[in-house]
């Protein structure tokens, strides 16, 4: 893993010796340029088993487009780590003329939403995502004309969707938006360096002092974690070795993706829950409306109100 020194280069980790443990937002310094602008969406880290997904934007001048087209923006999954992070400091470079911005959900985040009831889903906690940076980018002053998002699935709703939401703006939302529009392309880097980062210097919770001051648990996982994808050899190696029976995975893993369920169902230590007041309020609401009256004294202390239970 990457040094936390190196993670702290790049502008968008704000604390890297402190542990992800909750979403956050960051915005670059806000452009002087005249307006209006175009802003491209784009994220990393969408399926991988392990760490956050990251959504970016990035926004310039409508005129700067011609300037833009030189800077060797493109899909971030095509470019080299150092390549992305020289283009990553290129978007800083041009305070006057060039913006961007991250959020970064938490790997805890995504699944709580996603194991909710009803559930929040992963194309939601998108949409939230994506919403919330460009109305922040408005908030700040910025006048936006074109927007481009990379997306997969129905993109016509997404886009009719968008418009809905934020009306005066030209939205267009396809798949490998990323490969087509630069400003696209430029969002990619942002998000991509972003989850590197994070995931390179990963802080663990698990091992951080607790408040009573004793020391955090000690590290039984392994250092090489792979891609973060299901499908990653290396990724579902480190998921067989880090499993602790009773207590699961660390935090830096998305629990409620399958690959992860089916591996606790397996190796881990089956729990049974027992809600001791919820039983003692459904005995105390069946004595007030009545119900113990004609029933035996093992059908009342446990509860039981019909045959059918049984």
């Known amino acids: 893993m990457a040094t936390p020194e190196a993670s702290s280069s790049v502008p ?15 915005h670059s310094p806000k452009p002087t340029s005249k307006g209006p602008y175009i802003l491209g969406v784009d994220e990393a880290g969408r399926g ?7 959504y970016g934007v990035a926004y310039c001048p409508a005129d700067y487009k011609e300037d833009l087209e030189k800077l060797g923006f493109a899909d971030s999954k095509t470019l080299k780590a150092a390549t992305r992070s020289t ?3 290129t978007l800083c470079s041009d ?4 913006a961007w911005s991250v959020r970064v959900l938490a790997p805890q985040a995504i699944s709580s939403g996603m194991l909710r009831k009803p559930p929040h889903n992963l194309n939601r906690q998108a949409e939230d995502a994506t919403i919330l940076l460009i109305r922040e980018v408005l908030q700040s002053g910025i006048e936006l004309s074109e927007v481009y998002v990379d997306a997969l699935g129905p993109t016509k709703a997404w886009e009719a969707n968008l418009s809905k939401q934020f009306p005066g703006i030209s939205f267009t939302v396809t798949a490998k938006a990323d490969s087509k529009f630069k400003i696209v392309g430029a969002a990619s880097v942002a998000a991509k360096v972003t989850r590197d980062a994070w995931i390179d210097g990963w802080v663990y919770e698990e091992t951080q002092p607790l408040d009573d001051g004793s020391e955090g648990a000690e590290p039984t996982w392994g250092e090489e974690l792979g891609s973060g994808y299901p499908s990653d050899p290396k ?4 998921i067989k070795s880090s499993l602790e029976p009773t207590f699961g995975f660390p935090s830096l893993v998305r629990f409620s993706w399958t690959t992860v369920k089916v591996a606790l169902e397996k190796d881990g230590h089956a729990v049974k829950w027992t809600d001791e ?16 009256k004609d029933r035996c004294a093992v059908s009342k ?8 239970m049984l």
């Open 12 to 26: 968008s980790i704000l604390d890297s010796s402190s542990p992800l443990i909750t979403s956050y937002t960051y």
């Open 48 to 54: 991988p088993v392990l760490g956050p997904m990251v």
């Open 87 to 89: 283009l990553l400091d």
């Open 95 to 98: 305070s006057a003329n060039l």
């Open 235 to 238: 990724t579902v190696a480190w």
């Open 277 to 292: 007041g919820q039983a003692s309020l459904v005995k105390a609401f069946d004595s007030a409306m009545g119900r113990d």
């Open 301 to 308: 202390d446990l509860s039981i109100k019909s045959v059918g």
